[in-house]
């Protein structure tokens, strides 16, 4: 079956670093995989898209790639600040259903 | 602009009791979707409306679980009767067209079953 991992253990990281997440995917092929953010108690806040014939995507301090040989996607955060912290939400879309399938969240601390 | 809104934001029921959620979309979005969201997971898909059609509900527990979305616009989700294991968190999210487009969620309900 169609399995999406993510860290599951939080990423502590000090403020100015970049962040990086890691999203794995196994037994599907994926024409799109989005990021979401979600901060406690709220719904998850789209942040970007990338496509299967796409490599990389950015979007201000944000990076995405997406290597479809590998599996794998990693999300980048540049100059992390207090305020990216938050949980990050990888979701896999296309196939025979189109539904978009997510990822368990890692869980990203930036400390002052 | 509104974004989506969900009621109530809290629930408390005893188990066996019905319950009852519901979803605004943002105006103009024509796919509306409910999701469950348990701790520490993502957000699972219990059924997609396209306008008032739904095309996806494979995932939904029919047995005690019901949506329906009038006129294209509002939805409710319903759970008759509610189980312990139904605790969860129930997002409403609402996007132009599906497939890769991006979805807008709600605040989502957190349902306690005691």
């Known amino acids: 079956s169609q399995k999406i991992e993510q860290n599951s253990e939080a990423l502590n990281i000090q403020e100015g670093k970049t962040a990086t997440l890691t999203c794995n995917y196994t037994n599907y092929s994926p024409a799109y995989l989005q990021w979401y953010r979600q901060d406690p108690g709220r719904g998850p806040v789209f942040l970007l898209l990338i496509r299967e014939n796409e490599k990389e995507k950015r979007k201000e301090r944000l990076k995405v790639t997406f290597d479809t040989t590998l599996k794998q996607s990693l999300f980048h955060i540049t100059a992390s600040q207090p305020a990216d912290s938050a949980t990050y939400l990888c979701a896999l879309g296309g196939g025979a259903t189109n539904k978009l399938i997510f990822g368990t969240g890692t869980l990203l601390a930036v400390q002052p | 602009e509104a974004g989506v809104v969900q009621s109530p934001r809290y629930k408390i029921i005893e188990k066996k009791q019905p319950v009852a959620f519901w979803c605004n979309p943002i105006s103009g979005h024509n796919t509306l979707y409910w999701y469950l969201q348990n701790l520490g997971q993502g957000p699972e898909l219990l059924i997609r409306?396209?306008?008032?059609?739904?095309v996806d509900d494979s995932q939904l527990p029919k047995d005690r679980f019901s949506a329906e979305r009038l006129k294209g616009v509002d939805s409710t989700l319903k759970i008759q009767p509610a189980e312990l294991g139904d605790s969860a968190v129930y997002l409403c999210?609402?996007?132009w067209g599906s497939g890769r487009a991006e979805q807008f969620f709600g605040p989502g309900t957190r349902l306690t079953v005691l």
């Open positions: 409306y396209e306008n008032e059609e739904a």
């Open positions: 999210a609402s996007s």
